[in-house]
């Protein structure tokens, strides 16, 4: 029956800050105590985007690093070093181009983020050093995962039915790179570009269970956000995660997204994890058969982006 439900996103920022935006819609959904972050069906009055029209082609080149608003010298640092995080390797002037920076102060930039190791030089272009570097799944580039996750994501969403997403952790929190949205009126879709707790949701929590220990301690003691009801405390979050590495598999039930269900896995390349595999569905239409099917899949689809990746990476 139709009713009025609030559609909820959150969006970490900074890893610190959250972002609550909600919108009201009128939409016909199962159950009428079910709240979350559910796109609803298209309202043609108010010109929202057709269902199945290009609803899949959203990534986070949409917001890349050199568009970030803080304008601070720190900021800037923050922002190049990202930047080539991203590029892979990138000459010194098209950093400054892409920063509108002068070439003179990318240089400076870039001087002393070598002289840290954060920064190596090879060949002219700049990319990350040995500092950062840490197993070969860090010589990814965000751009590469993008472009090999693409016919991945779309056959997940053509077997499951539900969004498909590609997830990889910059600093302390989980960022959306790449999603095919569900073709259905009422789906779950995260932000491309945004960046979300790695405490919270299956995709984030993959992301957490693979990464060094001291990020997971760190995280545990900046604080645990209880974003809904069933967002974990640090003690089922520690067990969740032992969990997650033996079986290779993450499950959420409304721990980010109010209503919402979803199942991740990991990728890896070589000794490191590349990023996360994950589908979002509203709860009604996630049932344990569906799920079953939906993990054989995303595992299957891990598999198939990392031999991608291994063919086209050294």
């Not at 972050?37 to 043609?44: A, I, K, Q, T």
């Not at 049932?287 to 689809?301: C, K, Q, V, Y």
């Not at 031999?307 to 990476?313: C, F, G, I, Q, S």
Request: net charge neutral; charged share 25%.
């Amino acid at each position: 029956m139709a009713i009025v439900m609030a559609i909820a996103v959150a969006v970490r920022r900074n890893g610190t800050q959250a972002l609550l935006q909600e919108q009201r819609a009128r939409c016909d959904i199962g159950n009428p105590r079910k709240r979350g972050s559910l796109r609803p069906r298209p309202d043609p009055v108010a010109g929202t985007r057709a269902v199945g029209e290009n609803v899949g082609m959203s990534t986070a080149r949409d917001h890349p690093p050199e568009e970030a608003a803080e304008d601070t010298s720190f900021a800037r640092g923050l922002r190049l070093l990202l930047v080539i995080a991203d590029r892979g390797a990138i000459r010194a002037d098209d950093l400054a181009m892409l920063l509108d920076m002068p070439q003179s102060t990318a240089y400076r930039y870039l001087r002393t983020l070598t002289e840290f190791g954060f920064v190596d030089r090879h060949d002219g272009r700049y990319r990350l050093g040995p500092k950062l570097v840490i197993g070969s799944g860090s010589h990814v580039t965000s751009d590469l995962l993008i472009r090999l996750s693409e016919p991945v994501l779309s056959m997940l969403v053509e077997s499951q039915g539900e969004t498909a997403v590609v997830m990889r952790r910059v600093g302390l929190t989980a960022m959306c790179l790449h999603q095919h949205e569900s073709r259905d009126g009422i789906r779950v879709a995260l932000e491309p570009g945004g960046t979300y707790p790695l405490h919270a949701g299956a995709g984030s929590r993959v992301l957490l269970s693979f990464a060094p220990p001291e990020v997971v301690e760190e995280v545990i003691a900046q604080g645990l956000e209880a974003i809904t009801p069933t967002t974990p405390s640090e003690t089922p979050l520690r067990k969740g995660l032992d969990e997650i590495r033996e079986s290779g598999i993450a499950f959420s039930e409304g721990e980010l997204i109010d209503g919402s269900v979803s199942i991740a896995v990991p990728v890896f390349r070589g000794d490191g994890i590349v990023g996360a595999l994950a589908l979002w569905g509203p709860y009604a239409r996630c049932g344990s058969a569906w799920r079953d099917r939906a993990t054989g899949a995303l595992h299957r689809a891990a598999r198939s982006l990392t031999a991608e990746l291994d063919a086209v990476t050294p």
